[in-house]
């Protein structure tokens, strides 16, 4: 396994993490500094990229560090700077895409696939659990890939991150409805060694923000 941090910036290199069966490949884009993930089968070199966030050059060249095909786009939630690249590379690799039902009408390009909580996403011969999390947007979603070989991988949009939830503040968002289903259907289903893949900036683990839940609540942020 690569010495992996997850510490990536726009214009920087990308951070590999290479498990049994699947390589994850990270990077950062745009002025938000958003993270995008490569995931590739190592079985059949099929690809899966989470967040389609921004330049689509870099995001054309993250794809060929791998295979060079890009077979699935998961988009994790509507905003906009998670989807500026989408349609171009929807475009240039005609990949099978998905996002959250409550999101789908939102996106520049509807999804293929509307996901819900519980759907799996199949990338050659891995799997991805889906999980629905309401509260920063609608149909907000994460996809958590279970390592057979070592501990879960959580993808987790802009839902959850290292220190907090993600924003909740402005109209149409909901504190009390995200802080349920990231305790409910994160912390109250994965364990402490489940590493967190955010939407920007460095990673995490459920471990490291258990702790944390009760403050989060009583903060309300």
């Known amino acids: 396994m690569t010495d992996y941090t997850g510490d990536v910036a726009p214009g920087g290199p990308t951070d590999t993490r290479e498990l049994e069966h699947l390589v994850i490949r990270k990077i950062a884009v745009s002025e938000m500094s958003n993270n995008a993930y490569l995931l590739t089968c190592r079985a059949t070199g099929e690809q899966l990229l989470i967040d389609a966030a921004d330049d689509p050059t ?3 060249a993250l794809i060929r560090e791998g295979t060079g095909s ?5 988009t994790t939630h509507q905003h906009w700077d998670h989807v500026r690249a989408l349609p171009d590379l929807v475009d240039a690799f005609h990949p099978r895409t998905y996002a959250g039902r409550d999101d789908a009408e939102a996106l520049p390009v509807r999804p293929d696939v509307r996901l819900a909580q519980g759907d799996r996403i199949t990338v050659g011969q891995c799997e ?3 999980i629905h999390l309401r509260g920063h947007t609608p149909g907000s979603v994460a996809v958590a890939y279970a390592d057979p070989a070592g501990h879960t991988h959580l993808f987790t949009g802009d839902s959850l991150f290292p220190g907090g939830i993600g924003n909740t503040k402005n109209p149409g968002q909901s504190f009390d409805s995200l802080i349920e289903d990231v305790s409910a259907r994160l912390f109250d289903v994965f364990d402490d060694e ?3 893949y955010p939407g920007h ?7 490291a923000e258990r702790p944390h839940l009760t403050e989060w609540r009583e903060r309300g942020w």
Do not use: K, N, S, Y
């Not at 890009?70 to 998961?74: C, M």
């Not at 900036?201 to 471990?207: K, P």
């Open 70 to 74: 890009l077979e699935h786009i998961v």
């Open 128 to 130: 991805l659990a889906v």
């Open 194 to 196: 489940t590493w967190v």
């Open 201 to 207: 900036g460095g990673d995490t683990t459920l471990g």
């Open 58 to 60: 870099r995001l054309t």
